[in-house]
């Protein structure tokens, strides 16, 4: 009997904490985490502090969970077809109405976490939240889903700026390395799953163009947003960029080359999607980095 009531209590509370580990996993944590960091980094880099610091982390944050449940609860009927258990939504861990209203309730909160920024700033963060749910819906299948990527993460560094006191006007040079990020992010996030997406339904820009003209497209929007960090900021380039700028011009080629050779017998194109992995951090890292210079 004890040990029944043991083992229930077990279950119940295994139950308890699937929920939300299943909840957590529904809004994509690792992109999502990973922008999230990279813009707080550069909420550090340009003179936030304090609850800045924690506010501008948690605008940005619910703009990467907005994206991550409301995409998987539209997408709950297509991932089921298509047998992917690694959803939870798919496999019934959590159930598409709890992703549902917390997608809601991730987007509500948008503009009001970026209230106590001021009006633009607020403005600024609610359109980054708009694009991105303009990619889950309708953007995502169509030859503009690399639009919401383009526009989103050129205002996210801006917003970042413009939440600063004062309101500073974020320079051109941070928007458009922001928005070649994205795009290049875009393309090369999509790389591995081209043949899955198309399978279920999905045909963006990337699946018209084909794996070829992906990593092509990839690898030019990466190398641009790395010129334009060394190059966009005032003075001469630092020897972190001109290093950087000389890493993707090397990686991106020898990344193309290996993948063509592996193509050639009959292997996976993982090299080129590497190279174009490497150069992204590299663009992460010197984005974070041109926080000092403004």
């Known amino acids: 009997m004890g040990s029944s009531v043991a083992c229930a209590g077990q279950n119940h509370h295994t139950a308890f904490m699937s929920g939300p580990v299943a909840l957590l996993k529904a809004s994509h944590p690792e992109p999502g985490g990973a922008v999230t960091l990279a813009m707080t980094l550069l909420a550090v880099g340009v003179g936030h502090r304090g609850w800045s610091v924690l506010g501008v982390a948690a605008a940005i944050g619910a703009t990467q969970l907005s994206v991550g449940w409301v995409n998987d609860w539209l997408d709950a009927d297509r991932d089921r077809v298509a047998g992917r258990t690694d959803k939870p939504v798919a496999s019934g861990a959590v159930s598409r109405r709890t992703v549902g209203i917390a997608g809601l309730i991730a987007s509500l909160a948008i503009p009001l976490l970026g209230l106590p920024f001021g ?8 359109l980054v939240g708009v694009f991105a749910l303009l990619y ?4 995502k299948s169509t ?6 990527y383009l526009v989103a993460f050129g205002l996210m560094p801006a917003f970042v700026v413009i939440a600063l006191p004062g309101h500073p006007w974020p320079p051109a040079w941070l928007v458009a390395a922001g928005a070649l990020l994205g795009g290049g992010a875009h393309f090369a996030n999509v790389l591995p799953d081209l043949d899955d997406d198309a399978a279920t339904g999905v045909v963006g820009l990337p699946h018209r163009i084909g794996a070829t003209g992906s990593q092509i497209a990839a690898g030019c929007l990466l190398l641009a947003a790395t010129l334009t960090l060394v190059l966009g900021p005032p003075g001469p380039p630092s020897w972190a960029g001109i290093a950087a700028a000389a890493a993707a011009a090397v990686v991106l080629p020898l990344g193309w080359y290996a993948g063509r050779r592996a193509q050639r017998a009959g292997g996976r194109q993982v090299a080129m999607f590497r190279s174009v992995i490497v150069v992204a951090l590299l663009d992460v890292v010197l984005l974070v980095l041109s926080g000092r210079v403004l």
């Open 136 to 139: 889950d819906w309708p953007l």
């Open 119 to 126: 009006p633009a700033a607020t403005a600024c963060i609610t």
């Open 143 to 148: 030859p503009l889903s690399v639009l919401p």
